[in-house]
């Protein structure tokens, strides 16, 4: 895990206290460090700086809890097995989604086999479910240990080289887990695993107990992924993403910090398989092509790399849209492929950007005519 | 003996296939580095240009030889796809060449997806069947058997790429390209048409693939619109193998990677090529990132 080459601290430490966080906000902001006080819900109440009234509303932290409250409540409202087969799927889009941007989005690095860490997840909980016949909850620690060794084994070599190197060795990773899981007698072959188990009788119907957990897990995903992109790690990503040179140079261990980005996309990803497994009760090796991790990337590029609510709102848009448009399937691709060329062109920060922490740091700052989110 | 003869002849066959893709991934990379995704998908157009002409000209090439035509059909594919590439270059990446790298790598994805699916939308998404297929005659090579097709196929792409080595070494325009990719801005104080060498880069590259796009459809006899996938992927691990950007280079990976392939499929079965062959650009680039013939290349701030 070490490189000789490479100039390394001594102690190994990941970020030096004190100094390097603080430079890392003036940096990130280039303004002295001053920053909105922690858990303040989704996106930090952007104060001061112009935002239209109606996404100040959509910003605060109560409307987050409002969405939280009324996908927890959706059962009651409407419980068709449609209905909460769609939401589910749609949910643990989001998942993925604000795993992806936890890679992408904050750390810029470009993962073209998403769906090989949603694979591993989904064949580890379904296989020792099935053939070892663990109850589901029991799995998740081992497909925790999954998802990082898989994000160890592709990250360890190609971190250290261009980012570039990283977008095809993922691209390739995703191609070598699904013609495993294809080739493999113990992963069902081409036919993969059916009968997976749920989560156990609380005395609801099946999906909503399975819509329940999903809720639940994924809101706490979506926080836990919105507070990490806010603390000091998060700041440390934004960083080497912005540029990896200077942030190396400020005693940022890049290689580590690309590192902890890479493996909690990876855990974020295997967590969003066990539902997803869970879900369907039977996965096959299709399920996990490259048009997934496509689209779960179209997801964050389209919300706004970085920005948690955008990318949420991405994946809800990037999922539920082809419930509303069936039928014309490539035509779809077609679209979202030259969307994303037109979105990187004209409008790289996304629908919904990341706004920074500071709240007045825009007022303040002088003019400076890059969109906020470049990478 | 006889096998293992046969082995090398089939992994020389497919390497000269990757080597022509893979030429044009390590130019434009070289020379903008910018990793050019819908390259595969550029091949995978190729194909399809290749098998629209023979379809309309099926009447006029009902008596000629199945070669000669198809070598006509070659050329008009590599200047399609060529203006294609040129387009691409044109649309999509220009507008982002100082823009971060994440960007472009992304418009990249955008612009692989588009062809595909767009592909799909024109041609649908079922496999089609190549109207002419080589066939024909064999040799037998001290045992080890290797098609008339095959030779005549790895002869042109051969001759073509003797002829891009020739334009890279020994014209003014190969001496711009390399320039360029030392030190595009130097270029363009010293008088150099950077977009017009970039433009020239992406029209030669894009031809290549689309030369053997039409080679695998006439080989094969079936061409899909996601067939540019993996051997976009397969290009870029003989890219680096043979060190990224170097034209040489990519002609000595690809030939390695298909000479690995082809032994990897004898020992594991045809199920694991893929597997193995990318797990082995996983392990390259653990072990030499550099590539076989590529040098240390250091960041510049």
């Known amino acids: 895990m070490t490189d000789p080459s490479l100039p390394r601290d001594p102690a190994g430490t990941q970020l030096p206290p004190e100094e390097s966080s603080a430079y890392v906000r003036a940096v990130e902001t280039k303004q002295p460090a001053n920053v909105a006080p922690a858990g303040t819900g989704l996106t930090p109440a952007a104060k001061g700086h112009g935002p239209t009234s109606a996404s100040r509303v959509v910003s605060s932290p109560w409307f987050a809890v409002a969405i939280v409250v009324l996908a927890i409540a959706l059962p009651f409202i409407d419980s068709g097995a449609y209905t909460l087969r769609i939401a589910t799927d749609a949910l643990i889009f989001v998942m993925l989604a604000v795993g992806l941007n936890v890679v992408v989005g904050y750390c810029g690095l470009l993962d073209l086999g998403y769906a090989a860490f949603f694979a591993i997840g989904a064949y580890t909980a379904g296989l020792l479910s099935t053939t070892f016949g663990w109850p589901i909850i029991a799995t998740i620690p081992a497909v925790v240990v999954m998802a990082v060794v898989g994000g160890l084994v592709i990250g360890a070599p190609t971190l250290r080289l261009r980012s570039d190197y990283l977008a095809i060795v993922t691209l390739g990773f995703g191609e070598i887990i699904r013609i495993t899981a294809n080739n493999l007698d113990i992963t069902g072959g081409p036919n993969g695993l059916f009968g997976i188990p749920d989560f156990g009788d609380f005395g609801y119907r099946s999906d909503v107990t399975i819509y329940w957990f999903t809720a639940v897990v994924v809101s706490l995903a979506v926080i836990a992924s919105s507070r990490l992109g806010r603390g000091r790690l998060g700041r440390a990503w934004r960083f080497v993403r912005e540029d990896e040179d200077a942030a190396e140079a400020m005693g940022i261990h890049t290689y580590k910090v690309k590192f902890a980005a890479y493996v909690t996309g990876a855990i974020f990803g295997g967590l969003a398989g066990v539902l997803f497994a869970v879900h369907q009760t039977a996965i096959s090796p299709p399920s996990f092509n490259f048009l997934w991790s496509a689209l779960i990337l179209m997801a964050v590029v389209l919300g706004g790399m970085g920005s948690t609510p955008g990318v949420v709102v991405g994946a809800l848009v990037i999922s539920l849209l082809p419930e509303l448009l069936r039928g014309a399937e490539n035509w779809r691709y077609l679209v979202f492929g030259v969307l994303l060329i037109v979105v990187m062109i004209f409008r790289p920060q996304g629908i919904w950007p990341h706004t920074p922490s500071e709240p007045a740091s825009a007022a303040r700052r002088e003019p400076d005519p890059q969109p906020e989110v470049t990478a | ?301």
């Open chain 2, 1 to 301: 003996m006889d096998y293992v003869l046969q082995l090398i002849l089939n992994g020389l066959f497919v390497g000269t296939f990757y080597a022509l893709v893979a030429l044009g991934y390590s130019m434009v990379y070289g020379i903008i580095k910018l990793l050019n995704f819908a390259h595969g998908d550029i091949y995978m157009l190729g194909g399809f240009v290749g098998f629209t002409l023979l379809t309309v000209g099926s009447g006029a090439l009902a008596g000629g030889g199945g070669i000669i035509a198809l070598v006509v059909v070659m050329a008009l594919a590599m200047v399609a796809t060529g203006l294609v590439g040129l387009v691409l270059e044109r649309v999509a990446y220009r507008p982002l060449r100082s823009a971060p790298r994440l960007s472009v790598l992304i418009t990249a994805v955008g612009a692989s997806f588009a062809l595909e699916y767009g592909v799909a939308v024109g041609y649908g998404p079922n496999p089609r069947a190549y109207p002419v297929t080589v066939g024909g005659g064999a040799v037998h090579l001290l045992g080890a058997r290797i098609t008339y097709a095959q030779l005549v196929m790895m002869a042109i792409a051969v001759i073509l790429m003797f002829g891009l080595d020739t334009l890279v070494r020994r014209t003014r325009s190969g001496r711009a390209m390399r320039a360029i990719s030392q030190d595009p801005r130097a270029c363009l104080l010293m008088g150099v048409n950077v977009d017009q060498v970039i433009s020239r880069t992406f029209f030669i590259g894009s031809a290549l693939a689309g030369a053997a796009g039409v080679m695998a459809g006439a080989y094969y006899g079936k061409i899909d619109f996601l067939m540019g996938f993996i051997i976009g992927l397969k290009a870029f691990t003989a890219a680096v193998i043979g060190g990224i950007g170097n034209i040489r280079g990519a002609v000595l990976g690809a030939i390695v990677l298909g000479l690995l392939e082809s032994f990897g499929t004898a020992w594991l079965g045809s199920q694991w090529r893929d597997v193995f062959a990318f797990a082995f650009l996983i392990l390259f680039l653990t072990v030499r990132p550099t590539g076989l013939l590529g040098e240390r290349v250091t960041e510049r701030v």
